[in-house]
């Protein structure tokens, strides 16, 4: 038989469920230099929603990057380092919003 605790733990797990899938997205990709077709170390990579949600890290030294844990939802997206042009599709003739979310990592590569 169950007893009170037992029942309000499975209430708090069953409801706390919705709230962890909310935060499931993932995007990975890559920092590439145009010119060297190397990856870059270091570059500060930033994604973040117009309602203001943002999530940060930085390229390893093969210039590549992955932030789990994202809220589903459409990201614009920054990269920057010191020494380097923005990419191109940071104008906002090419900028494309990214959708974040799902059972598979979205994926951003950059040159």
Same mark, same amino acid.
């Given at each position: 038989?169950?007893?009170?605790? *037992? /029942?309000?733990?499975?209430?708090?797990?069953?409801?706390?469920?919705? &709230?962890?899938?909310? $935060? =499931?997205?993932?995007?990975?990709?890559?920092?590439? $230099?145009?010119?060297?077709? *190397?990856?870059?170390? &270091?570059?500060?990579?930033?994604?973040?929603?117009?309602? &203001?949600?943002?999530?940060?890290?930085?390229?390893?030294?093969?210039?590549?990057? %992955?932030?789990? &844990?994202?809220?589903?939802?459409?990201?614009? %997206? %920054?990269?920057?380092?010191?020494?380097?042009?923005?990419?191109?599709?940071?104008?906002?003739?090419?900028?494309? @919003?990214?959708? /974040?979310?799902?059972? $598979?990592? =979205?994926? @951003?590569?950059?040159?």
């Amino acid at each position: 038989m169950f007893d009170r605790f *037992t /029942v309000a733990a499975c209430w708090l797990v069953l409801l706390a469920a919705p &709230g962890l899938a909310q $935060n =499931a997205g993932e995007v990975e990709g890559s920092v590439i $230099n145009i010119a060297t077709r *190397t990856g870059v170390p &270091g570059v500060a990579v930033k994604f973040f929603t117009r309602l &203001g949600t943002r999530y940060e890290t930085t390229t390893d030294a093969q210039g590549e990057y %992955s932030i789990r &844990g994202m809220k589903e939802d459409e990201y614009d %997206s %920054s990269f920057e380092r010191d020494g380097f042009a923005p990419p191109a599709f940071t104008s906002a003739l090419f900028r494309k @919003l990214l959708h /974040v979310g799902g059972p $598979n990592p =979205a994926r @951003l590569d950059v040159e």
